[in-house]
């Protein structure tokens, strides 16, 4: 079975600054994919960044950016730069391909503060 | 068009109650999934469509019925819940295949049982 753990229930950070959110998982596939999906107060999922685990290279959007460490079984999402508008829950997620099944750990509130 | 969209957005039924929550996506998805989110908890997958055919049933209880009458839809039948069925309930889609494996999620409906 898969299991997504997401350390850190809530965190903080001022605007502007850096931060980092960290997801671990336990697998035993060597081929998978891994999400960070934010959740807004507006409900609504919304993929963030997206990481296909035979990539080497670290996946980016804009002011988002992950460091995968498949060894340690590690994908943390750091954001730079925050604004008011990333504060949301933010869950990492796993699914195996063909699966059609994500696995999502416990998630972490985010609080961005001006 | 990358919508999926769920209705109704807010539901107040009684136990005795029969009632219907609809989704809808137009990017020719061939999976469907229905899951309960309670507050400030991660998504629990209950349904999964692949292709119109229900795939994965996470042990839900009968009182939940899924239906997806095609390609662009799926619905969930609502009957004689309990007040601990109260949640959001998201509905998501996704391509089915090693590619473009990220879930789009609806706004979801909120859900009270009474």
């Known amino acids: 079975a898969q299991t997504v753990t997401q350390s850190q229930p809530e965190m903080s950070v001022q605007e502007a600054e850096t931060v980092t959110l960290s997801c671990t998982y336990d697998t035993s596939e060597s081929n998978y994919y891994l999400f960070w999906y934010k959740q807004p107060p507006s409900r609504q999922m919304i993929l963030v960044i997206r990481q296909e685990a035979y990539k080497q290279q670290n996946a980016t959007e804009n002011r988002f950016s992950v460091n995968f460490q498949k060894a340690a079984k590690s994908f943390s999402l750091k954001i730079s730069d925050s604004q008011l508008g990333d504060t949301a829950m933010y869950f990492c997620?796993?699914?195996?391909?063909?699966?059609?099944?994500?696995?999502f750990g416990s998630g972490t509130k985010l609080n961005v503060k001006p | 068009d990358t919508e999926v969209t769920q209705t109704p957005k807010h539901l107040v039924m009684g136990m005795t109650n029969k009632k219907s929550l609809k989704c809808e996506q137009h990017?020719?998805?061939?999976?469907m999934y229905w899951y309960k989110q309670k507050a400030k908890k991660p998504p629990e997958l209950m349904f999964v469509y692949s292709y119109e055919k229900l795939s994965i049933n996470e042990s839900v209880p009968s009182r939940f019925s899924p239906e997806c009458p095609n390609s662009s839809l799926l619905n969930l039948h609502l009957h004689a819940l309990q007040p601990e069925d109260s949640a959001l309930y998201l509905c998501?889609?996704?391509?089915?295949?090693?590619?473009?494996?990220?879930?789009?999620f609806g706004q979801g409906t909120r859900l009270t049982v009474v």
């Open positions: 998501a889609s996704s391509q089915l295949g090693t590619e473009n494996t990220e879930a789009f």
């Open positions: 997620a796993f699914m195996k391909p063909l699966h059609n099944k994500f696995y």
């Open positions: 990017m020719g998805h061939r999976a």
